[in-house]
Antibody, heavy 118, light 112 residues
Framework: EVQLVESGGGLVQPGRSLKLSCAASGFTFSNYYMAWVRQAPKKGLEWVATISTSGSRTYYPDSVKGRFTISRDNAKSSLYLQMNSLKSEDTATYYC???????????WGQGTLVTVSS | DVVLTQTPPTLSATIGQSVSISCRSS???????????LHWLLQRPGQSPQLLIYLVSRLESGVPNRFSGSGSGTDFTLKISGVEAEDLGVYYC?????????FGGGTKLELK
């Protein structure tokens, strides 16, 4: 059974950093592109980052480019999101998702809530 | 960025009724490789989203065949043939043809 378990969320002050983790199991992690998708409270979904199977290629929307870094450790079947210079508008539940085809998020974790507030 | 406009924003249905949700794109979603990267997700209350349909019309494994997708270019439709109680929630279309990947605003399906 495919499982994705996010961790690392919490309350953080504006301008500070936070690193999210996603532990994957039930599939060969290194064979899949992985992504982060977020959802602000009571709002819709927003794609945040995608990483290739080897980690050599990463993709971001302009809203987080230069502030967020996606990475992976295939030996540990783990995905990460380093978030720097956090803003109040980054407040959201962050989901880890497995990609099969571009933007086809076939499996999702339960999400981890990040609250950016002073 | 590609804007996906979903209509209606809210849909009220009775059990057994057939309903359709529209997703209109600001640009053609036909990729130069011939694929159209338009997918549909359902987010039930309090749950993570789940994939229903990928590449416009392909049913994800385990998804009931009362769900179907159609469309091309800029206009796409998700149809539910006979709504069941478990289908309630928010439906999203998402595109992966153009960077950045973008989601529609969602359509909330509720019981009438």
């Amino acid at each position: 059974e495919v499982q994705l378990v996010e961790s690392g969320g919490g309350l953080v002050q504006p301008g500070r950093s936070l690193k999210l983790s996603c532990a994957a199991s039930g599939f060969t992690f290194s064979n899949y592109y992985m992504a982060w998708v977020r959802q602000a409270p009571k709002k819709g979904l927003e794609w945040v980052a995608t990483i290739s199977t080897s980690g050599s290629r990463t993709y971001y929307p302009d809203s987080v480019k230069g502030r967020f870094t996606i990475s992976r450790d295939n030996a540990k079947s783990s995905l990460y999101l380093q978030m720097n210079s956090l803003k109040s508008e980054d407040t959201a539940t962050y989901y880890c998702a497995r990609c099969t085809i571009a933007a086809s998020f076939a499996y999702w974790g339960q999400g981890t809530l990040v609250t950016v507030s002073s | 960025d590609v804007v996906l406009t979903q209509t209606p924003p809210t849909l009220s249905a009775t059990i057994g009724q057939s309903v359709s949700i529209s997703c209109r794109s600001s640009q053609s979603l036909l990729h130069s490789n011939g694929n159209t990267y338009l997918h549909w997700l359902l987010q039930r209350p309090g749950q993570s989203p789940q994939l229903l349909i990928y590449l416009v019309s392909r049913l994800e494994s385990g998804v009931p065949n009362r769900f179907s997708g159609s469309g091309s270019g800029t206009d796409f439709t998700l149809k539910i043939s006979g709504v069941e109680a478990e289908d309630l929630g928010v439906y999203y279309c998402v595109q992966g043809t153009h960077a950045p990947w973008t989601f529609g605003g969602g359509t909330k399906l509720e019981l009438k």
